[in-house]
């Protein structure tokens, strides 16, 4: 039996989960999330305690047990706080800002590449060298970050690039020029 899986997940007040036809459902403040459940699991709503459930010992629901309690806690933390992953911007002169529904990110190629805000994701630029991506879908928040880093991934030598926040990025050495030696 999953150790996760056995967590009760607390629903705070103002979120709702529903699960029919093997489809759970959680609504909010900030939104609605659905999500197909597969494998023998069970989800139960018992008042502000949803438990989810392997029907057998199996090693595949044992591991879907862990995965959909996991998901669901997601889902009920998305549609009432949501999301949020940080970016920032290390370069001479590199910038983003926002036109529209559109991050234009001027990160040292010839021309600026321009990012359009996926549905469900809000973009924001507190500051020139500063991304911020938020949403209620975790994994949708995840991938529009990873999508942003991957423009212009931190390079090694000088730290240029697109980070995540706190993101430490290891440090080479230079060549040498060999000089000298004997």
Not at 10 to 29: C, L, M, S, Y
Not at 74 to 90: C, N, P
């Amino acid at each position: 039996m999953s150790r996760i899986g056995k967590k009760v997940i607390a629903v705070p007040a103002g979120v709702t989960v529903g699960f029919e036809n093997r489809v759970v459902t959680v609504k909010g403040p900030k939104g609605t999330l659905t999500r197909e459940i597969k494998g023998n699991i069970d989800v139960k709503n018992e008042g502000a305690e949803v438990h989810v459930v392997a029907l057998d010992e199996g090693k595949e629901t044992n591991a879907f047990h862990g995965l959909y309690r996991a998901l669901i806690a997601d889902m009920v933390k998305g549609v009432s706080e949501g999301f949020v992953r940080g970016l920032e911007i290390k370069g001479v002169g590199w910038k983003a800002q926002m036109q529209g529904n559109k991050l234009v990110l001027n990160v040292g190629f010839s021309h600026p590449v321009e990012f359009i805000q996926p549905e469900g994701i809000k973009i924001e630029c507190p500051s020139a060298t500063e991304i911020s991506v938020s949403g209620i879908d975790k994994i949708l928040v995840g991938q529009v970050a990873a999508d942003l880093r991957s423009i212009r991934t931190p390079e090694p030598y000088h730290g240029y690039g697109i980070r995540y926040k706190g993101e430490h990025v290891e440090h080479k050495e230079g060549k040498t020029s060999g000089k000298g030696k004997k």
